[in-house]
């Protein structure tokens, strides 16, 4: 009698280890507020419902990058790999409170007491998975959404919808939350121009005070590479719209690149230049809405 081993996950490409000393200088006090750590694997074991799996990547190689970059604080979003089991995160929060801010999954059952406990942690919000892809990730209830509001956690959301925030906007206006954070430029599809439907519910729902957008991981809404030219327009349509709802985030250590090119990070710092022309617009997006959102004073 023959077995068959389960089927190996990938194994994500690690972050270029030398990020170069960006031409750009940040402004002060800037927020990278989209990254994501992962320890050993036998400690930190993937969860077994996502694609791929990761080398440790840790939070001291990310801080020692921040320096060279300009950064001063960071958001850590536990990835789809670990979902909803927080402890690694939850490690690196209580190991750098002044440096790192969390978001994370939470499953359907979890308490407000649990909530709160998270809060009093350094993780300011949950994230919920939209569309088909990563079924083991958790999506968003009503109920759950006012449990957040209750504990003073906003929601963050990840979409896989294919008609992005066309399909997505009704669901957002009738959350209770008056903090809704939409991930990776609401992964609209680049090459369908600035007229596309989901371009204009994304600005619809920016124009409604309680959504903030993270201009992160461009790569996800083009298939070129750096500098991810067709999301160039994009970008500068949604600083002249709504400055004071955009976030900016680098998606460090950058997985599921195979077969496409790694971004160095110096590069991507560079970038903010193009899609941010103005100082004072670089101002708000990388440090006045960071500290609004992240910012709980710890």
Not at 31 to 54: A, K, Q
Not at 135 to 140: D, R, V, Y
Not at 176 to 197: C, E, S, W, Y
Not at 273 to 292: A, H, Q, T
């Amino acid at each position: 009698m023959t077995t068959t081993s389960a089927p190996q996950k990938l194994l994500t490409d690690p972050p270029d280890p030398n990020p170069r000393k960006p031409a750009l200088v940040l402004p002060p006090g800037s927020w990278d507020c989209l990254i994501h750590v992962y320890g050993p694997m036998e400690d930190y074991p993937f969860h077994p419902g996502c694609p791929y799996r990761s080398a440790p990547v840790l939070p001291e190689t990310f801080i020692r990058q921040m320096k060279i970059l300009g950064l001063e604080k960071a958001v850590i979003a536990n990835g789809a790999g670990y979902g909803s089991d927080s402890r690694y995160l939850l490690e690196t929060l209580e190991k750098y409170p002044k440096t790192f801010r969390g978001v994370t999954y939470v499953d359907d059952d979890v308490s407000p007491a649990r909530l709160n406990e998270l809060r009093r942690k350094g993780v300011l919000g949950a994230r919920f998975a939209g569309g088909p892809a990563y079924p083991h990730l958790p999506k968003i209830t009503q109920q759950m959404a006012r449990r957040l509001a209750d504990a003073d956690m906003h929601v963050e959301f990840l979409t896989f919808t294919p008609g992005g925030m066309a399909e997505e906007k009704e669901l957002f206006l009738s959350l209770p939350n008056d903090r809704i954070v939409i991930d990776h430029f609401g992964r609209l599809d680049a090459t369908k121009g600035l007229d596309q439907p989901g371009f204009t519910a994304l600005l619809e729902l920016l124009d409604t005070g309680r959504v903030w957008l993270k201009m992160s991981n461009p790569a996800f809404c083009t298939k070129e590479d750096y500098p991810y030219a067709p999301v160039l327009p994009f970008a500068r349509t949604l600083v002249r719209h709504a400055p004071e709802r955009l976030l900016w985030g680098s998606n460090w250590p950058h997985v599921m690149r195979n077969g496409r090119i790694m971004p160095n990070d110096g590069d991507l710092i560079d970038l903010i230049g193009e899609w941010i022309p103005s100082e004072e617009d670089r101002l708000r997006i990388m440090s006045v809405n960071p500290d609004m959102v992240y910012g709980d004073g710890r």
